[in-house]
């Protein structure tokens, strides 16, 4: 049987989960959330961080010496620095380190794409409310609720 770590184990990482226990895999899960929404399709739960390297590379080596570490798979989460740093650990498939960070490293990542030629949505830095409308103007939109679901953003943050 192939044994994953699949994290975390909130709703978004649902169809992923009955995904994997469809197919029979050994899913062993890691979340901050001590009732983490989806913590009961797992094989083994341990309520950690996986933001905490230490905590996290900690439960990946007692599965490993358990040989219950064939793979793991983040789902949905920017924690994805911390994710190749133990893929690359234990010699699984896995994104380098630099590449993982771009992918938290949003507009960079995208700053990226487009160097390479890769196809990404427009997209542009944010420093103040008016470079949205700005960026609106230049690609034609005219969307009053992106601008007043942005508003609401804005002043829940303030």
């Known amino acids: 049987m192939k044994h994953i770590l699949l994290y975390p184990a909130g709703i978004a990482q649902k ?5 994997a226990k469809k197919r029979k895999f050994s ?12 913590k009961d399709f797992a ?8 933001a905490d390297y230490e905590d996290f590379i900690r439960v990946a080596s007692i599965l490993k010496k358990k040989n219950q570490l064939n793979g793991i798979m983040l789902v949905g989460a920017d924690l994805a620095e911390n994710y190749s740093k133990i893929v690359n ?5 896995g994104p380098s380190v630099d590449s993982a960070k771009l992918t938290v490293l949003k507009y960079e990542m995208k700053k990226k794409f487009q160097k390479n030629n890769i196809n990404h949505p427009k997209f542009s830095k944010v420093l103040r409310f008016s470079d949205i409308s700005l960026f609106m103007q230049k ?8 601008i007043e679901k942005c508003k609401k953003v804005i002043s829940r943050k303030s």
């Open 27 to 38: 899913i062993s899960t890691v979340d901050v959330n001590p009732n983490a929404e989806c």
């Open 15 to 19: 169809e992923v989960f009955l995904i």
């Open 89 to 93: 650990r234990f010699n699984l498939i």
């Open 139 to 146: 690609y034609g939109l005219n969307s009053k609720s992106i």
């Open 43 to 50: 094989d083994n739960f341990y309520n950690i961080n996986p």
